[in-house]
């Protein structure tokens, strides 16, 4: 407990050094910055009290990402912190997003004196996020946290709750059971005037002296405002020349209001912590940190066939998952989420995500092979659901033994792979029976397709030989999985593939695709092994159906090659372990007050430079790597396009393209691991491309059950004009409207809406992905936006349950505590609220256990003398949070007398701890 408060200490005094308030990529000192301090602060406690109920210690190495991500795993090995960043950058990128996206929006800037508004999207938001994580639905639950972050902490900067002269954080922000009070009337004058614009205190003494909550208005189109008001300020700000002149925003340090602007940057920090406090509250430890993206990193993800002929291939894919829950149990490399979406003729789903082996086991058993006989079935429908219901980079695998018949998914499959960046391999066993029938609607080249363009495997094998393939499984099912190239070729042609392998390499393994294939693999030492030497010098092949296997044996680096001798069309990849990789977004500029960059949903527009932006991990952070080149490579073609990198004040690159291949790509890079002085590459799977249409759609809040909610969107193309196919669908079968076509003039834009409405029963918290797809006349053209969008029931439960400590047994000396317990009873009521629906102890190493009586949960919390500190969290239905926090005090006395508090001492405890609770 000392700890964390210390470093928040030292967490404050360090953001209060810098500039804040704008958004990312400013100059470095921004929203951004605050919600990443006051995050890892959150962690670093979570992760500590984690530790302590697990009785381990939680030692981080260094003061790097990876190394708390490490330390709070509680693994020594090697962990990739790529799904941590990931998770990170879903929180920041939405945090800074809102001042494009809300750029007039004054109630999600707390400006204009929109008060009520932009309270009330803070208490939606965290309403939305705690339901959300509820339904697992993470990355929603991340998005949103981002954006209510922004709103929370523009509080401070935009009001006048510092001038005040508040010392701590206005708690009514997120209390959904009280209200903003002492508003300025709207009439009422707030600001005198300020000719030079940088006045340190203009606002009035009526205000201050009647404690009055104002805000400064903000004129990015008109410099209006109710006569009187205070401006926010600056020079985007229209209304900041009207009197009363200047402006209130604390958003950058200068020098009349360096103190105002520390204080916001505090209370802005501490109100953050605050609220990630009652998020935590509201949904454990646990599922705070897998919030927060620490888990390991491995997910098994299966898409399985249950048509009649498919027994055996079931058989085999519960074979390896039982393999791998078995010999992965307690390691790092066991997966942390599992996934199984079965599927079958004309039926598909559910989708089934569990984080317990157990589940996933009874699950997979449970499939059955029956029915379907000759048709294709909905793989499409299946493989849509599990790719919105994995995490993102996760690896999908498939099981099949005929092609889809849902082919009108093929469009959205690929702009989810695009979205999610996961990988999806096809285990094809076609049965000779069925591909008579099917051959003539369909092929398998759908999946070959999909396999290519996510940078996974597609693997045809007869159903005899199945089990040798699915080794890939068990390759891919690891906590530091890196691809170091890939490539394709058809037809295919003499060529060599040089690649790198670097020190922090482990279980190299190349995989090679194709028919008749014949290779040369060359090491940098200069031995040989050709295609036909099955255990040979560098390695071993496994060859099952179209695959071909290769473990190296050792890890010798330096560059290697491997040279293809063939013409039938190939694949090749090379993947390893190790924690060194890098995580990206194509990202497009915004102007605006807040100028930064927002991360493009779609496919980036053709015509302008592509800019990406990279974040690297390592074992010791991205601080041990140095990057030599990044470029964008053709999987299929020959262009490589280097970028020109430039550094971000937070440690991302901002790596820009300015001739992007005219094809499908990915992204390279090359550099030094500077802790071994070993030059290193990475290649990214999933493939891209340039579009010269976009779509641009913001959904400004979740929806209700069984209401419309209406989305508007917008397509704008530099191509083709005419009229552009639009087709939108979601993974939950949610009813919607939306126009067919829209017209669409070269250079020119149009707008449509979308029309969901989530049936009445729709579970709160359940979030929809939505895919928007525009396509150019004659099909030329098309890109695509992806949004999740939420549906969260009206909250009316606002009030927290109340925890109060009745009764304290026990005393505790420091000299002996492993000898002796303490015990502390405590009721739990909900008032009229929903109920309780979990207690849970958020801080402390001993044991709970809880009686009912009626509206009461009596409960006992008893622990050793070595652990005195403890807060136990009572949560409703909805998601408040009430708190006990209880520090057992070490006694002075002789043991003689420790045998328990007498009753008179009890009673007058339990009078002075009324007030602990809250
Ligand atoms: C990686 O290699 C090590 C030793 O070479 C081995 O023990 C381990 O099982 C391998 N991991 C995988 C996933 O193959
Ligand atoms: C790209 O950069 C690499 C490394 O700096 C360099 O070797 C290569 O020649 C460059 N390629 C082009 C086309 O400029
Ligand atoms: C259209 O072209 C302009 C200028 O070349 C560019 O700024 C814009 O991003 C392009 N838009 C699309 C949708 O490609
Ligand atoms: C959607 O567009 C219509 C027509 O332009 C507009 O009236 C409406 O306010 C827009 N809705 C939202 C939520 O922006
Ligand atoms: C705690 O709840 C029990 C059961 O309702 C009740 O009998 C008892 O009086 C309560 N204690 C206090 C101090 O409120
Ligand atoms: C319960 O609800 C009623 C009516 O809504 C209200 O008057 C009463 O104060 C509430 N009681 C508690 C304990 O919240
Ligand atoms: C908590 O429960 C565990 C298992 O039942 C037991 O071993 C331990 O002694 C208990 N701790 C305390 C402080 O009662």
Known sequence: MVKSALAVVALLALVSRLQAFVSVGGSGNTHVTITGNTVMAKITEVCEAVAEAEGREFKPTGSSVEELLRACLGTTGEVSGAKFRTALNQIYMQNGIVDRDFMNSPSHHFNNEAFAEGRNLIIQGTAAIKANVRSDNLQSARETLGRVCHTLQDFYSHSNWVELGNKSPYANLIRPDLNVENIADVEMPTCSDCASGTCTNQLLPAVLNGKFLTSGYMGLFSSDKPQGKCSHGGASDLSSSQNPRGGISKDERQSHNSNQHNSAVNLASEATLELLEDIRGAIGNKDFLRLMGIARSAVL?????????????????????????????????????????????????????????????????????????????????????????????????????????????????????????????????????????????????????????????AIEVPKSSLSQATDIIVDTSTSALVTILQRSRSPGRKESFPFL??????????????????????????????????????????RVGNLQRIQLNGSDTGLWQIEMTTTQPYTVKVTGQSAITFIYDFVEEFKGPHPGFAVIDGRPSAGSPAKLLLTLTGEKGPEALEVHQVALVEVSGEKVSNGTVDKMADGDLLVTVKEVPGGEFVVLLKGKDKTYSSLFQRQTTTQMSLSKVTIKAVADSSMLPGEVFKLNFTVTTNGTGGAYTIRARNDKNIPMSHPSTLNVASGGSAQGTISLTPPSATLSGTDVTLTIEAEGPGGADSNYAVLRLSVLSKVTDLTPPKCSIVDVQGVCYASACSSSNWELSVNITDGNGTGIQSISIQQGSGNFTQKVAEDVVMGRYEASCCSTSVTLSAVDKVGNVGRCSYNMKSGTGPRLFTMSIPLWASLLLYVVLRDVSL
Request: aromatic share 8%; with cysteine; glycine share 6%.
């Open 501 to 542: 392998l670097d020190k922090s390499m482990s279980n190299t393994t190349i995989y090679i695709t194709g028919s008749s294939l014949t290779f040369n693999l060359h090491s940098p030492s200069g031995v040989s092994q050709s295609n036909s030497v099955v255990n040979g010098p560098l390695g071993t092949i496994h």
């Open 301 to 457: 993800a299966f898409v399985i066939d249950t048509t009649g002929s498919m027994a055996d291939d079931i058989a085999e894919a519960k074979r390896v998952a039982y393999n791998i829950i078995d010999t992965k149990k307690g390691t790092q490399d066991e997966p942390s989420e599992y996934i199984l979406v079965p599927f079958n003729d004309p039926k598909f789903g559910p989708l089934i995500r569990t984080t317990n082996p157990d589940v996933m086991k009874s699950e997979i058993s449970k499939l059955k092979a029956e029915g379907g006989g000759d048709i294709p079935e909905m793989c499409l429908s299946a493989l849509q659901l599990s790719l919105t219901g994995a995490p993102s980079s996760s690896h999908i695998y498939v099981f099949t033994d005929a092609p889809p018949k849902d082919t009108h998914l093929e469009k959205t499959i690929t702009a989810l792979i695009r979205s999610t960046k996961s990988t999806v391999s096809f285990f094809m066993t076609p049965s000779k029976r069925r591909r008579r029938a099917v051959a003539a609607a369909s092929t398998f080249q759908v999946y070959y397709d999909m396999a290519l363009a996510s940078g996974g495997q």
